[in-house]
C-alpha cells in the first residue's frame, strides 16, 4: 500500500500512484522492516529535481522494479527540503561511502536506520541488479552488512562532531579568505571553479562586505565581474528574471533549469548591495528583475513563497525557455527577430539541444541609449508573453520556513534601498544610467508588489510556523507541517524578522527575532560555543548533524551567527554578540583554508568586525527622510538602522534619542560606544 496520498509534501505526492508501498519518514516504517526482518531504502529527492524524475520514470513507475522493492524492503520516501535533518545524516554517509552526493540518493539501511550502502541515481538495469545484491547479502552475509553500518555510523558521526578547534575569527583570517577567493577566481567567466558552475551568492556577499571594511579593489571587482557574467548568461532568465540553480558548463551558458527560492533570494541581496555601493544600472536592473522574479513567479498570495520551478516541462528539460533564431522571427516578425537573435546570441547551430538557444545577454543595453533601450523592453514582453502560451514548468508549492526568511531579508533590503534612493536613479541621485521614465515607474511598481509579498510572507511565518513557540520547517496551502525547524530555519526567520525590525520600525519583529534566538540557545547550542542542526528535544537519527560549513544555503552556524549579530546591535544585549562570537571560532578554522564553503560565516565575521554600526534616526518621515537615505547608502558592513519617531515601544535603538530643537537627528554607535548626534547629511557621513 503506497502511503504518501496524504502527504504535504509535493515531491512525496509525485510519487503517490507508484506501484511501490512507500512510506512516508516515521516510527511505523522502521518497524515495519523489524517486524519483516528485512532492510529499509531511504530514497532521498526533491520535486524540482530533474534526475529523480528520471529514476521514478525508470524504476518507481515500473511494475517489476515495485514488486521487488515491496518484497525484499521497506521503502521510505524522503523530500530533502522538508526533513533537511535526514538529508544531512545520509548525505555525509553517501560521500564517506562514495565520494560525492546528490539526489536523488538511494541509501539502504538497517531497521534501526543505520545505513550500510549508499549511493545515488541508478539506471533501471543497475538498480535492479542493486536490489537483488542487496537482499541477498541481507540474508546470506548479515553480519557483514551490520559491521558495515557501523563503520559508516563512526565515520559520519566523526565528520559531524562538534567540539574541535576554535579561534578567534579575526582581520588576518578573513583577509586571508579573500585571497584564498582571489586566487580560485575564474577570471575569464568569473565565479568559482569549473562546469557545472553554481552561482557564488554567499562568496560575493562576504567579498562586497570585506571591500567595505578594507576598501579592496579585487574584492570589489571579483564580485562585479561575477555578477555581471551570470547577469549576461544562459542562468539567468532574460525574460522573466531570476536564476537558475547552476550552468552545466564553466561559462554560465547553458543552465539546469530549476529555479530556486534560495538562490534567488541570495542574489537579490548581491546585486542589490552591488547597486547600494556602486550604483552600476545592471545590478539595479538584475535586481530589479530578481525581486519581480519572486513575487511574481514564486510568491503565494496570503502564505509565503513556494520552493522552487521545476527542471523539467512535461519531462523535457528547458522545453518552456530555449529558442531557434526562426521561431524569434515567427513571434518578432523578420527585423526584430533578428535583431533580438543578435542581442540573445541565438545561432542557427544553437547552445542547447536540437539546435536551440537559451537566451544570453551578448550586447549591453544597460547603458544604451533610451530608443535600444526601448526596443529591447519591448522585444522582452513580446517574448515573454509568447513564452507564457508554452507549456510551463510545475512549482513546488511547500513553504520552506528559512528559505522564506531569507526572501524576506533580501526583499527587505532591496525596498529600503529603493525607499532610500527613489525609483529615478539618474544623475540627481548619482546612482548611475539608465534611469529613463519608463524604467523608473517599472522599478516602483516592482517595489509596491515586493512590499507587500514580503509582508505577507513574514506574517505567515509569524502565524503559521511558529507554534507554541517553536518554529515548524513548512507549510503548504496555509497547513504547517509536521516536520520541526532545524537550526538554518530559527537563524534565517530570526534575521529576517530583525530585517523586518529595521524596515518597519515595529517593535513586535524584534521581540519575535529575540523569542527564536533564545529557543536555538537553549536547544540547540554545543557546549563549545557551536550549535546542532537539530534540537535536543528533536527526533534522534543515527548521528545529531552539526555540519559548520556552507554551501547552496547558509549553515545554520552560519546563519544564527549572523541573526544574532544583528539582534545584538538592534536590542543592545552584549550576551547576544557574544554568542555569535563564539559560534563563528568555531568556524574560523575552516575559513581559512575553504573559503569558498564558509562565506556567510565570513560575512557575519566582517560586520563583527566592523561594529557592527548601529545607526539610528529620530524622525517623522522615515521613508523620505534624506538622513535615513544617506546612512542607508552609506552603511558599513553588516549595520543595522531603524528610523522613527522617538522612544516607539520595543524599538531600543529609538529610546531616549529625541530630535534636537525639533529636527530630525542621527544617532551613530559601534560596537555599544557611541558618537554626538547629527543632523546635517555631511556630519551624519563623517561618522559612517
Not at 519581480?292 to 523535457?316: I, N, Q, W
Not at 544604451?368 to 514548468?393: E, H, S
Not at 565570513?602 to 568586525?609: C, H, K
Not at 523620505?624 to 552609506?634: E, F, S, T
Request: some cysteine.
Amino acid at each position: 500500500m503506497n502511503r504518501l496520498a496524504s502527504a504535504t509534501s509535493p515531491y512525496l505526492l509525485q510519487h503517490a500512484d507508484n506501484p511501490v508501498d512507500w512510506w512516508p519518514w516515521c516510527d511505523e516504517a522502521f518497524a515495519e522492516a523489524k517486524r519483516r526482518d528485512v532492510p529499509v531504502l531511504v530514497s532521498v529527492g526533491y520535486a524540482a529535481c530533474h534526475w529523480c524524475h528520471v529514476m521514478a520514470h525508470e524504476s518507481f513507475e515500473d511494475e517489476a522494479v515495485g514488486k521487488l522493492l515491496n518484497d525484499g524492503f521497506v521503502a521510505i520516501k524522503v523530500d530533502r527540503e522538508e526533513r533537511p535533518d535526514v538529508d544531512a545524516v545520509y548525505m555525509t554517509a553517501t560521500q564517506a561511502m562514495t565520494g560525492q552526493g546528490g539526489w536523488p540518493m538511494t541509501v539502504f539501511a538497517t531497521p534501526d536506520g543505520t545505513p550500510f550502502f549508499c549511493g545515488t541515481y541508478f539506471p533501471k538495469p543497475n538498480f535492479v541488479r542493486l536490489l537483488e545484491s542487496v537482499g541477498t547479502a541481507w540474508r546470506e552475509q548479515r553480519e557483514a552488512v551490520l559491521q558495515q553500518g557501523a563503520a559508516v555510523v563512526e565515520a559520519i558521526g566523526g565528520a559531524q562532531a562538534v567540539g574541535g578547534p576554535t579561534a578567534p575569527l579575526t582581520a588576518d583570517l578573513l583577509d586571508a579568505a579573500a585571497a584564498q577567493l582571489a586566487r580560485e577566481y575564474d577570471r575569464e567567466n568569473g565565479g568559482f571553479g569549473g562546469a557545472p558552475k553554481f552561482p557564488p551568492h554567499l562568496n560575493l556577499l562576504f567579498l562586497l562586505r570585506h571591500h567595505q571594511r578594507t576598501g579592496s579593489a579585487e574584492s570589489l571587482e571579483i564580485a562585479r565581474h561575477t555578477a555581471e557574467a551570470m547577469a549576461r548568461g544562459g542562468i539567468h532568465d532574460q525574460l522573466a528574471g531570476g536564476f537558475a540553480r547552476y550552468s552545466v558548463d564553466g561559462h554560465w551558458t547553458v543552465p539546469h533549469f530549476e529555479k530556486m527560492l534560495y538562490d534567488n533570494a541570495l542574489l537579490l541581496r548581491v546585486y542589490t548591495h552591488l547597486w547600494r555601493l556602486t550604483g552600476d544600472p545592471l545590478a539595479r536592473r538584475v535586481a530589479r528583475d530578481t525581486a519581480r522574479f519572486l513575487a511574481d513567479e514564486l510568491h503565494r498570495p496570503g502564505e509565503g513563497f513556494a520552493s522552487a520551478l521545476d527542471a523539467d516541462t512535461e519531462g523535457v528539460e528547458g522545453l518552456t525557455y530555449a529558442w531557434t533564431p526562426a521561431q524569434l522571427v515567427e513571434v518578432l516578425g523578420e527585423s526584430d527577430g533578428r535583431w533580438a537573435a543578435d542581442l540573445f546570441a541565438v545561432t542557427e547551430s544553437g547552445t542547447f539541444e536540437h539546435g536551440t538557444s537559451v537566451l544570453r545577454l551578448a550586447r549591453d543595453v544597460d547603458d544604451a541609449d533610451p530608443a535600444v533601450r526601448g526596443r529591447w523592453r519591448d522585444i522582452v514582453g513580446r517574448l515573454l508573453a509568447a513564452r507564457d502560451t508554452r507549456p510551463q514548468p510545475a512549482r513546488d508549492d511547500k513553504v520552506v520556513a528559512a528559505w522564506n526568511g531569507l526572501a524576506v531579508t533580501a526583499l527587505a533590503e532591496f525596498v529600503r534601498l529603493v525607499e532610500t534612493l527613489g525609483t529615478n536613479t539618474g544623475t540627481d541621485t548619482g546612482t548611475g544610467a539608465g534611469g529613463d521614465e519608463a524604467d523608473a515607474n517599472l522599478l516602483e511598481g516592482v517595489t509596491i508588489v515586493a512590499d507587500g509579498a514580503l509582508r505577507e510572507t513574514a506574517e505567515h511565518l509569524a502565524r503559521v510556523h511558529l507554534v507554541d513557540g517553536r518554529l515548524r520547517r513548512v507549510s503548504r496551502d496555509g497547513v504547517v507541517g509536521a516536520p520541526a525547524g532545524v537550526l538554518e530555519d530559527y537563524g534565517c526567520v530570526a534575521e529576517a524578522f530583525c530585517a523586518m525590525h529595521q524596515l518597519t520600525g515595529e517593535g513586535r519583529w524584534l521581540e519575535l527575532a529575540g523569542g527564536l534566538l533564545d529557543t536555538a540557545l537553549a536547544r540547540f547550542a554545543a557546549p563549545d560555543g557551536g550549535f546542532y542542526d537539530t534540537a535536543d528535544d528533536a527526533e534522534q537519527l543515527v548521528t545529531r548533524p552539526a555540519d559548520p560549513t556552507d554551501n547552496a544555503t547558509p549553515s545554520g552556524r552560519s546563519a544564527i551567527a549572523a541573526a544574532l549579530v544583528t539582534y545584538a546591535a538592534l536590542s543592545g544585549e552584549t550576551r547576544y554578540r557574544e554568542a555569535a562570537e563564539a559560534a563563528l571560532a568555531t568556524v574560523a578554522p575552516i575559513v581559512a583554508r575553504h573559503a569558498r564553503f564558509t562565506g556567510y560565516a565570513a560575512a557575519a565575521g566582517e560586520a563583527l568586525l566592523s561594529g557592527p554600526f548601529e545607526i539610528a534616526v529620530a524622525t517623522g518621515d522615515p521613508a523620505g527622510d534624506p538622513l535615513v537615505a544617506a546612512a542607508y547608502r552609506h552603511a558599513p558592513p553588516g549595520a543595522v538602522l531603524v528610523a522613527g519617531r522617538p522612544d516607539q515601544p520595543g524599538v531600543p535603538l529609538l529610546a531616549d534619542r529625541p530630535m534636537r530643537d525639533g529636527r530630525p537627528t542621527a544617532y551613530v554607535c559601534r560596537g555599544f560606544v557611541c558618537q554626538r548626534p547629527v543632523t546635517t547629511v555631511d556630519d551624519l557621513l563623517a561618522q559612517l
